[in-house]
């Protein structure tokens, strides 16, 4: 299925005593880019994700965001600095000794003393915390990658409405092209007929500048051509694989051949249908660069 290359998508959960939400959301890019922001402490993640989405995302420029925030206590310790908390006990004692003054150290007093008590973060199982992570990161992308494609059946349903309005103009134009000969034909007979009189025109030598004419007009390998390409991009554009790259090429080729048909006419009507099918065709490129 087609996808588009701008998505969004959030997941939220609980699990193991930890808050996970998840989100991501993606923009055009020529290739695939990803950035990712995570609460302090786990920017191991981010090489893991970026490993995990692209098996999920072949383009685009994408930022996730990862926040891991602690719901118990479990993951946090409280360190008694015993050295520095005997120090202060011994102080106390001595000071009250020796100025003959009441110790009233407490345990309360003592843990207020900067340094007696430290917290410290319990340390973490990377790959535990991975695994508890990425069911959430996949709630958060399956939304992401579903947004794609519901914007990228749009597209596709754009483009191929376009490509149909392309392939009308071009049977017009295989139908008006073999009249433009005729045309040019009888004009040249009439004039050569104004320019000789009475005389006798040479209808072999008529023939033979239509003919020469109808080459140079001709345009029925082009319009054959752009039918194929068409018909390719139609094919290309139900690959459940990513295909913006392959239609862009195929763009590129379908202006070849516009160009030349462009070249070719002398026709006004049809040198305005060419040009229809050029403004069409750029449509058609603007949306492309919006698939994966």
Do not use: W
Request: proline share 1%; glycine share 2%.
């Amino acid at each position: 299925m087609i996808r588009s290359m701008t998505g969004f998508g959030r997941a939220e959960a609980t699990v193991s005593g930890k808050l996970i939400t998840v989100e991501l959301k993606s923009v055009n890019h020529r290739y695939f880019e990803f950035n990712c922001r995570t609460s302090r402490g786990y920017a191991f993640l981010e090489e893991k994700l970026k490993s995990y989405l692209s098996t999920r995302v072949s383009r685009g420029k994408i930022d996730m965001f990862v926040s891991i925030t602690s719901v118990e206590d479990s993951d946090v310790e409280v360190v008694v600095n015993h050295s520095l908390a005997s120090a202060y006990t011994k102080a106390f004692t001595e000071l009250a000794d020796t100025y003959k003054v009441e110790n009233d150290l407490t345990a309360s007093v003592l843990s207020r003393i900067p340094d007696v008590l430290t917290v410290h973060k319990v340390q973490e199982d990377e790959s535990e915390i991975y695994n508890i992570v990425l069911p959430v990161v996949s709630q958060a992308v399956d939304k992401f990658v579903a947004m794609r494609e519901v914007e990228g059946q749009r597209l596709s349903d754009d483009v191929m409405s376009r490509a149909k309005t392309i392939l009308d103009i071009v049977s017009l134009i295989e139908a008006r092209s073999p009249e433009t000969v005729k045309e040019y034909e009888k004009r040249l007979y009439d004039r050569i007929s104004e320019l000789l009189e009475s005389a006798t025109v040479d209808e072999q030598r008529i023939l033979t500048e239509a003919a020469v004419f109808a080459d140079k007009v001709a345009v029925a390998e082009e319009t054959v051509r752009l039918r194929s390409h068409f018909d390719q991009m139609e094919s290309i554009m139900r690959s459940n694989e990513a295909v913006g790259r392959k239609l862009d090429f195929i763009m590129q080729e379908m202006n070849r051949e516009a160009n030349t048909i462009g070249s070719k006419v002398t026709d006004a009507e049809l040198a305005h249908r060419v040009v229809d099918i050029k403004a069409e065709l750029e449509k058609i490129r603007e949306q492309i660069q919006n698939i994966e």
